[in-house]
């Protein structure tokens, strides 16, 4: 199956500054990629999504942006908050049947 | 939340036991989905089912079973549970206006 590797698998930031986590695939395509947040022994949920028809999405402080060609999608959040700390994964419909393939997550830390 | 509930929230059973885990959707959505999530390995689809009787393995099918009799419940099945199946079982489904995969509030399962 495919595979997405996620990097990095810890990241700490100063509270304020950027955060960014970008994530690779290898064989398939996808024109779905999600990313989630899961705060601690809470359930992942959405924060942001992009389809393969765009290259860039914002909504507010987060962004993801997606390169196809490269096989790359990442996700950019700035002016951290310490609410930003959590798990973050992120997911692409390789397959086309809405089955998900998850990365193994980041874990961010803000540090105030 | 999609209207997702897994019961029990909470379980400990011994080895050897049966177990079955059963997430219940109030928003109608097709596909329905077991992960399980253990550190290290981020979120690793178990079973989905894309409609009532209609169910496929996932990549870590083996030692579970699932069934789907009806649109809203999808339950998993631990035959025999071993320690190796103590982990965070999180149901999810795909749909509604975001047309994404949505996560239940999940079951902390430990088999002694």
């Known amino acids: 199956g495919e595979n997405v590797e996620q990097h990095p698998s810890t990241l700490s930031v100063q509270e304020g500054d950027s955060a960014v986590i970008k994530c690779t695939y290898s064989d398939s395509a996808s024109n779905y990629f999600p990313w989630y947040k899961q705060e601690l022994g809470k359930r992942p949920q959405l924060i942001i999504d992009?389809?393969?028809?765009?290259g860039e999405k914002k909504d507010q402080r987060i962004a993801v942006t997606l390169n196809k060609t490269a096989k790359h999608f990442s996700l950019h959040i700035t002016e951290t908050q310490p609410e930003d700390s959590a798990v973050y994964f992120c997911?692409?419909?390789?397959?086309?049947?809405?089955?998900?393939?998850f990365g193994t997550g980041t874990r961010l830390t803000i540090i105030p | 939340d999609a209207g997702i509930t897994q019961s029990p929230r909470h379980k400990v059973t011994e080895t050897g036991t049966p177990v079955t885990l059963r997430c219940h959707q109030t928003e109608n959505h097709r596909y329905m989905y077991w992960y399980r999530q253990d550190p290290g390995h981020g979120l690793r689809l178990i079973h989905y089912?894309?409609?009532?009787?209609?169910?496929d393995k996932g990549e870590v099918s083996d030692g579970y079973s699932v069934s789907r009799s009806k649109t809203e419940d999808f339950l998993l099945t631990l035959e025999s549970a071993t320690s190796s199946q103590t982990s965070v079982y999180f149901c999810a489904t795909f749909g509604g206006e975001g047309d994404t995969q949505y996560f239940g509030p999940g079951t902390r399962l430990t088999v002694l």
């Open positions: 997911a692409g419909d390789f397959f086309g049947n809405e089955k998900l393939t």
């Open positions: 992009i389809r393969s028809n765009v």
């Open positions: 089912s894309y409609g009532v009787k209609d169910t």
